[in-house]
């Protein structure tokens, strides 16, 4: 059964690197996003993609973040400058539809 | 704010009973979804749901869309089916992006 892969499942890195976080979502998904989970609190939405730009974007996803489908294939989150309260799970899902998301594994991101 | 709201926030049910976990929502949906995390932490879609009730083995989702409220229930509950129990709404005004509530955890005794 196709599944959306994330790698790496976990990741350190230090205050002020720059982290790139990677999704291959499901071969013929046209729908993709990210989502994080800081620990202990709730799932919350950074960003949606579609037709190859953003399609909605939370007060989350400030400039420090960026989104891009580099090969037709990768579905990456990039974090410019990681800040200690950057620290969580990121999920990242794809959707056929509109409606229905499959989501990744989630890397857990460390910062320290 | 919060878009959706899920109650009990914590449930410990012995093996083999009746479980519901209940869900409300105040944006206008497109689709209500629940989702189950693991402590691993990822994160698995159980139902979507517009309308109506769906069934799957033990699991039960069901929608009001008058009343914004879902409920999903557990028959026969296992210790395997403890875990984080998440609803969460897409919305067509907000690019179908997905509204989280803050998770039911759930522990089953044997």
């Known amino acids: 059964e196709p599944e959306v892969t994330q790698t790496p499942s976990h990741q350190v890195t230090q205050m002020g690197q720059e982290v790139i976080l990677r999704c291959v979502p499901i071969s013929n998904h046209l729908y993709f996003y990210w989502y994080r989970q800081i620990l202990g609190q709730k799932v919350e939405f950074l960003v949606s993609?579609?037709?190859?730009?953003?399609?909605?974007k939370s007060e989350i996803f400030d400039d420090q973040f960026s989104v891009e489908r580099p090969d037709g294939s990768n579905f990456t989150l990039k974090i410019r400058s990681t800040k200690l309260e950057d620290s969580a799970m990121y999920f990242c899902?794809?959707?056929?539809?509109?409606?229905?998301?499959?989501f990744g594994p989630g890397t857990r991101l460390t910062v320290t | 704010k919060n878009e959706v709201e899920q109650s009990p926030q914590n449930l410990t049910a012995q093996e083999g009973e009746f479980i519901t976990i209940n869900c409300s929502y105040s944006v206008g949906i497109s689709a209500l979804h629940w989702l189950q995390q693991h402590p691993g932490g990822g994160i698995v879609s159980l139902f979507m749901l517009s309308s109506g009730k769906k069934k799957h083995g033990r699991l039960i989702a069901t929608i009001n869309i008058q009343e914004k409220h879902s409920s999903l229930h557990i028959t026969a509950s296992h210790p395997r089916d403890s875990a984080v129990y998440i609803c969460?709404?897409?919305?067509?005004?907000?690019?179908?992006?997905?509204?989280f509530g803050t998770g039911t955890s759930l522990t089953v005794i044997p």
């Open positions: 969460a709404v897409s919305s067509p005004n907000t690019g179908n992006q997905f509204y």
């Open positions: 899902a794809s959707a056929g539809t509109k409606y229905e998301q499959y």
């Open positions: 993609f579609y037709n190859n730009e953003i399609s909605e």
